[in-house]
């Protein structure tokens, strides 16, 4: 990991000089300056932060997509994949490879240990403007700890720059109680700053850079994931109930046109941060080729369980005359739409999906974003904290109330009252709300895996045994069970090379 960050990032510092659109999005590190021949104004730190984005798009399709989705089953691959079936080896490299996220941390603590050199070599360079940069690494080092926090539970903390050859690598696992206190005092120190932005001059700018919104946003996954519900339902609020016109929005219009905006053309109201790609500056991707029925490289199909969930909902709407809004031609699609109840297949469409019902895009236009959080998120994930907070029947019709707001603007039929449900029973609600509403978007898995580990495994048996033998029919039952009854199982094997490069690393104790 130390030579991949030092040689492919420290070695190669991109020459950024102008906030193009095109340059910003497009541009990797490719001269051979060092550090210390770095950090001589704005722009290059400015450089160094777009730098960690655009590493973090390389990501989505080898990393984001499958790391989210396929342990869940709910979204798998038609090719063999180990990850999926709970198969992957300590030498399956690129399957445990924690290089890629390091690889973000690296350009955040070389900002925060270095941009202050810039402020000294150029006058215009202002405190407030590296304030500003700090926000954005902070973001990203604490969503790149999250994601690894998610997948290896344990591992190194790393908070200084790795800027030459000197530093040592040899660095042990760090708790996972631990290095959740370091997301989250990450997040408060760039809040502290006062500098967390709003709004940027451009649209894509403000969906594709870290805001005070991704903030708020990845504050509350994280809480939820610590089971500190009060703090979560704090930062919901602070998007929900926001004191500003530059807030995202959620998109509450019941129809078809206005959900899907989402997705095609991107950027809109609802959405809190997204990763960015745009055909008018070359800059493609081929996730409308991995959710394609009918492309020759297609990777990903919806499971028959969750299939049949989505004919449900589009059967409802068809049968009572209602416009189909997340289900056909919104979240997923059938090779025939007008057979849909026998259709044996069915696949998301958030990424294939043109601008024009039930047209897919053309190659010119394979330029999807990536959406990491938007307002439908943050309602679910208040409605979940909600119910976790307390046993009080307030909080879970207030629950009930913003779920209901996520189903009605998809013309789906509204929750009931919920006053003889129980706290299983309103998760439930919750789960199958999010595996609806997010599908594809790189949440499922760790969904189930939130929802089976809290209170220590209290609900593993329903949300995470089960659901995964539901919906995971790329392995056998027996062998699924065998593996989610190991909680080392649940987390994936230190790679081969790292533990031979680090002999301070300890490996995961289910992959000895």
């Known amino acids: 990991m130390k030579q991949r960050i030092i040689h492919s990032l420290l070695s190669g510092i991109a020459l950024l000089l102008t906030t193009s659109c ?68 300590p030498t399956d490299e690129s399957l445990c490879d924690w290089g890629p996220f390091y690889q973000i941390i690296n350009v955040a603590n070389t900002v925060l240990s270095n941009a202050h050199k810039a402020m000294t070599n150029d006058r215009t360079y202002k405190v407030e403007e590296m304030n500003a940069h700090f926000c954005e690494a902070y973001f990203l080092r604490a969503l790149s700890y999250f994601y690894l926090v998610r997948n290896w539970r344990e591992v190194p903390l790393i908070t200084v ?25 990450d997040v408060r120190a760039a809040l502290a700053t006062g500098a967390a932005k709003e709004y940027y001059e451009t649209t894509w700018e403000t969906k594709g850079r870290a805001t005070r919104w991704a903030l708020y946003a990845l504050m509350a996954d994280v809480c939820l994931w610590s089971e500190d519900y009060a703090t979560a339902i704090t930062f919901c609020d602070y998007l ?132 990491l959080y938007r307002m439908a998120d943050v309602y679910l994930m208040k409605a979940e904290a909600l119910i976790l907070r307390s046993n009080n029947p307030d909080d879970w019709q207030e629950a009930a109330d913003l779920i209901n707001v996520i189903r009605q603007r998809s013309n789906l039929e509204p929750i009931d009252d919920v006053s003889d449900k129980n706290e299983q029973e309103m998760l439930a609600l919750v789960l199958y709300e999010r595996r609806m509403e997010l599908v594809g978007e790189g949440k499922s898995w760790y969904d189930v895996l939130r929802f089976g580990r809290r209170a220590n495994n209290r609900y593993k048996s329903v949300f995470l045994d089960d659901l995964v033998t539901t919906y995971n029919k790329q392995a056998g039952e027996s062998w699924l069970l065998s593996v989610l009854s190991n909680d080392n199982a649940l987390f994936l094997p230190i790679s081969e090379s790292e533990l031979e490069a680090n002999k301070l690393l300890e490996q995961n104790p289910y992959y000895y």
């Open 240 to 371: 929900m109930n926001p004191n500003s016109s530059h807030a995202p929005v959620l998109l509450s219009t019941p129809n078809h046109a206005t959900w899907f905006s989402m997705f095609n053309p991107g950027n809109s109201n609802e959405s809190i941060f997204e990763l960015q790609w745009d055909y008018q500056e070359n800059q493609t991707n081929n996730l409308p080729i991995l959710f394609d029925n009918t492309a020759t490289n297609r990777l990903y199909q919806l499971s028959p369980q969750l299939l049949l969930d989505f004919n449900s909902e589009y059967g409802y709407t068809v049968e009572n005359m209602l416009e189909a809004v997340r289900t056909m031609f919104g979240g997923y699609y059938t090779a025939d739409p007008n057979a849909w109840e026998v259709a044996t297949s069915g696949y998301i469409w958030k990424y294939c999906g043109s601008r024009t019902l039930s047209d897919k895009r053309t190659q010119t236009y394979y330029d999807p974003n990536f959406i």
């Open 161 to 185: 720059p790795f800027e030459d050859d000197s530093y040592s690598y040899h660095v042990p696992k760090t708790s996972e109680d631990s290095i959740i206190a370091q997301i989250k005092a």
């Open 22 to 89: 095109n340059d910003w999005l497009e541009v990797m590190p490719q001269n051979d300056q060092t550090s210390d021949a770095y950090w001589q104004n704005q722009e290059e730190v400015d450089a160094m932060v777009t730098s960690g984005y655009l590493y973090l798009r390389e990501m989505v399709v080898d990393y984001l997509i499958p790391y989210g989705e396929l342990r869940s089953g709910q979204l798998y691959s038609i090719k063999t994949n180990k990850l999926q079936n709970f198969q992957v080896k």
